[in-house]
């Protein structure tokens, strides 16, 4: 099981499970993804969104914000991937 800890420009943090599998698309490495999947997006929906969390086998989609620290966790509470926004992704 995996888990998704999103921490806030105001420090708050939130934990979604994502189940066992998920797939991060980021918007400028996986440029025709992103677009098909955020297709009936507005503007304003997309605005600071530099990738998404999508969790195999539902329609849960998670925007990544350019202002939050993300983490992808395993379980038991490790780390297994930081995947906040760096610089010249």
């Known amino acids: 099981m995996f888990i998704l800890r999103r921490v806030s ?5 939130v934990n979604t499970i994502l189940d066992v599998f998920y797939a991060l698309v980021l918007k400028e490495k996986n440029k025709v993804e992103f677009e098909e999947a955020t297709k009936l997006w507005s503007e304003e929906d997309l605005k600071d969104v530099y990738g998404l969390v999508c969790v195999e086998d539902t329609d849960t989609i998670m925007p ?5 620290s993300y983490y992808i966790m395993t379980g038991d509470g490790q780390t297994f991937s930081n995947i906040s926004e760096k610089i010249g992704m």
């Not at 420009?9 to 943090?13: I, N, P, R, T």
């Open 9 to 13: 420009k105001s420090k708050v943090e």
């Open 64 to 68: 990544l914000y350019k202002d939050s």
